[in-house]
């Protein structure tokens, strides 16, 4: 099967010639709407005592909902304000040619993504990434502590703030220098550790349109066997600069991820809404992003996570839905409340990648401490995740036993969310030079990996 | 319909997003010849400040938010004229001006702040995403609004803010309005570092630093 681009100029061209339509009748008379009458028509609803549903039904329902929802609405361009629509026809021809894996990475690195079945006994791909930004001396030490991860898979390195001591402002030749910076220093941290054809997944530092299309370098940048992101607009919008992102990946050759994170209290109101529009986000992936996979990261609006029980049920039915109507490769980010070297951090990633894992989704882990806090995140909240995800595919989980464990996890954290710890920075947790955990943050690693075990989880090793 | 009875079906208009139902509602308090400020103050003024209290417990989100300041608009729209033609003011607790800084396109969390604010008594005018120092500074010289906020979502963006506060100074406006600033990414420290007058982690913090900023003013 041919992977995307899928009539990409015909789709871009729809941005400068679809029905026109202001940012607030877009929202206000077709988004919310639309979505109102979908949950409605296709009986969707949530319920707190299964943060991982078992129900096919509801899965369908969802995956029916959400492929209406997104060919009512489309998605508009906000430069252009014109709505990109599509046909049936169209999404599902595009929904049929979808290869389901791809050999991303290189020589002795390169893995095989694939897309995962509900229940799926093949451990998930686990992408390892701070999803924070962190000062210029740490860029690298960081990087190489993710790298050194044995359970990633691929890596994407924390954000930049200054380059060569001056603060990056996006659009300006700083922004530039930083992109630059991030991509030749991620390439030289992934030899360093002995993985250097390993999926880099870059650059974040680069945000606007002209960052990323500069790093792209088969020698020092981002390479064809690596991948990058494009987002979406607050809800079901682009603009022109993401659609040169779109068109720039494909020509450039890499993989291009679908980078959204529909909001928990916004625009999609609650659970329902939510996990309906992330199914419409991931066709957004496919058909305007021309994806090949999808990374998302739906979140409470006011705590910036998806780790409480609403949204565990969105990440978990909506990633059921994909999983089972789709050859969609979708990863789960996840989106934690606390901070490193806490507990409940990492009981947090391990219900994340519980509720993800069984429901079909590949790992991308983990925004830590709100995704706040500049230098506040490490890789052993990605390794927990990581092991988790591994332990619920080698056990051969079922989302009822999911439930049933991701139930007793929440309990130890969900009344903390709005107070959550913030905990340690990467420097006072780690060993900078060495790249290493310190025991400290070990041992309370090991404790909860106990824990784990006592109520259930059986990990590989 | 006794007047108490109407002002509550006007806040329960605005509750429920009823934006058709607040505006026959204030079409039939011109007829009975209720003072508008009265049915302001008494109907929709109480309901988007229920509004906002529900939003803040956590049992309405920005939809609820949304609509009911949008059916609560809609009716202030009807009796805006007849208060005028008595030359009546609404009281409000201050005038702001918002917008997402230049480079950055987000917006939600803004408009939640804008939202709450006109909730809670403030005149807001939103510039919306991506705005320029320039246009912040004319609006601020030709409005003089009591605070100015200042959006940035992305760490690459929020050196913006700084500059824009550079240039209120330069126009020699800094001491004439109190400047906010907010944003996924936006720290209390980074407030302090580039001279910002508040911060607020959210929307419902940054009703109360407003109200508090706009008291000391």
Redesign the interface.
């Known amino acids: 099967m041919p992977a995307p681009p899928y009539k990409m100029w015909e789709i871009l061209e729809r941005a400068r010639t679809g029905p026109f339509c202001e940012d607030e009748p877009f929202i ?1 008379e077709r988004f ?1 709407p639309q979505l109102k009458a979908v949950i409605r028509k296709y009986g969707i609803e949530y319920d707190p005592a299964t943060p991982v549903p078992s129900d096919d039904h509801l899965a369908d329902a969802l995956w029916r909902a959400g492929l209406e929802f997104f060919l009512e609405v489309g998605v508009l361009c ?1 430069d252009t304000h014109r709505i990109i629509t599509f046909e049936e026809g169209e999404v599902k021809e595009a929904l049929y040619l979808v290869p389901g894996e791809y050999l991303v990475g290189s020589g002795k690195d390169a893995r095989l993504l694939k897309h995962r079945p509900v229940e799926d006994t093949n451990p998930p791909f686990v992408i390892f990434s701070p999803d924070i ?1 962190c000062d210029e001396e740490l860029f690298s030490p960081l990087s190489i502590a993710y790298l050194k991860e044995p359970l990633a898979d691929g890596v994407c390195a924390p ?1 930049l ?1 200054e380059s060569m001591g001056l ?5 300006t030749p700083t ?1 530039l220098a930083g992109s630059i910076e991030h991509a030749m220093s991620l390439r030289q941290a992934a030899k360093l550790v002995g993985r250097p054809g390993i999926f880099l997944v870059a650059a974040g ?1 680069a ?2 349109d002209i960052a990323q299309i500069s790093i792209s370098h088969s020698d020092w940048g981002v390479r064809t066997s690596d991948s990058r992101l494009v987002g979406a ?2 809800e079901l919008k682009i ?1 022109n600069a993401l659609l040169n992102k779109v068109a720039h990946y494909q020509q450039f050759g890499c993989f291009a991820g679908s980078l959204t994170g529909p ?5 999609a ?2 659970a329902e809404g939510t996990a309906i529009l992330q199914v419409a986000y991931h066709l957004m992936g496919l058909l305007v992003h021309q994806a090949h996979y999808q990374m998302n990261f739906p979140f409470h ?2 705590y ?1 996570s998806n780790s409480s029980r609403e949204l565990l049920w969105v990440i978990s039915a909506s990633h059921q839905a994909i999983a089972r109507n789709s050859k969609l490769i979708s990863f789960s980010n996840g989106f934690l409340n606390a901070g490193p070297a806490t507990e409940m951090v990492l009981y947090e990633a391990a219900a994340h990648a519980l509720a993800s894992t069984v429901s079909g989704a590949n790992l991308w882990e983990a925004a830590v401490a709100h ?3 500049k230098n506040r995140a490490t890789p052993l909240e990605a390794r927990m995740a990581a092991e988790v995800g591994h332990a619920c595919a080698h056990m051969n989980l079922t989302r009822e036993g999911a439930n049933e464990l991701v139930q007793k996890i929440v309990a130890k954290y969900e009344e903390r969310v709005a107070d959550a710890p913030l905990g340690s920075l990467f420097s006072e947790c780690y060993d900078v030079a060495k790249a290493v955990p310190r025991k400290e943050y070990l041992d309370l690693y090991a404790r909860v990996k106990d824990d784990l075990i006592e109520m259930g989880l059986e990990f590989p090793y | 319909m006794a007047h108490d009875e109407l002002f509550s079906r006007m806040a329960q208009a605005v509750i429920d997003g009823e934006k058709e139902r607040a505006v026959e509602l204030a079409q039939e308090a011109l007829r009975l010849e209720i003072p508008p400020l009265e049915a302001i103050n008494k109907g929709y003024i109480v309901g988007i400040q229920k509004v906002g209290e529900l939003f803040e417990k ?1 049992d309405f ?3 609820e938010l ?1 609509m009911g300041a ?1 059916a609560m608009q809609a009716a202030l729209a009807v009796l805006e004229p007849e208060l005028q033609k008595r030359q009546e003011v609404r009281e409000r607790l201050g005038t702001a001006v918002a917008g997402t800084v230049e ?6 969390g803004k408009r ?1 702040v804008c939202t709450m604010l006109v909730a809670n008594g403030f005149d807001v005018l939103d510039l919306g995403p991506d705005v320029a120092a320039e246009t912040f500074i004319e609006k601020v010289r030709e409005l003089k609004p009591d605070l100015l906020l200042l959006s940035a979502l ?4 929020m ?2 803010q700084k500059e824009v506060i550079e240039a209120l100074k330069e126009a020699g406006l800094r001491r004439k309005v109190k400047v906010m600033v907010g944003g ?2 936006v ?1 209390p420290s980074w407030a302090q570092e580039i001279g910002a007058d508040g911060y607020a982690e ?1 929307a419902i913090g940054a009703v109360e630093v407003a109200k508090g900023l706009v008291e000391a003013f």
């Open positions: 206000m919310m906000v930004t954000i703030e603060k990056i402002k996006a659009q922004e530092t945000e606007s607009l607050t603009d909001i928990y209290g916004g625009y109101g609650r609006i006011h910036t995704n706040k806090y | 956590g989100f920005l939809p949304v949008e480079g950055d396109i987000h917006e939600i939640l992305m760490t690459t963006t050196p913006e996924a990414a720290t959210n």
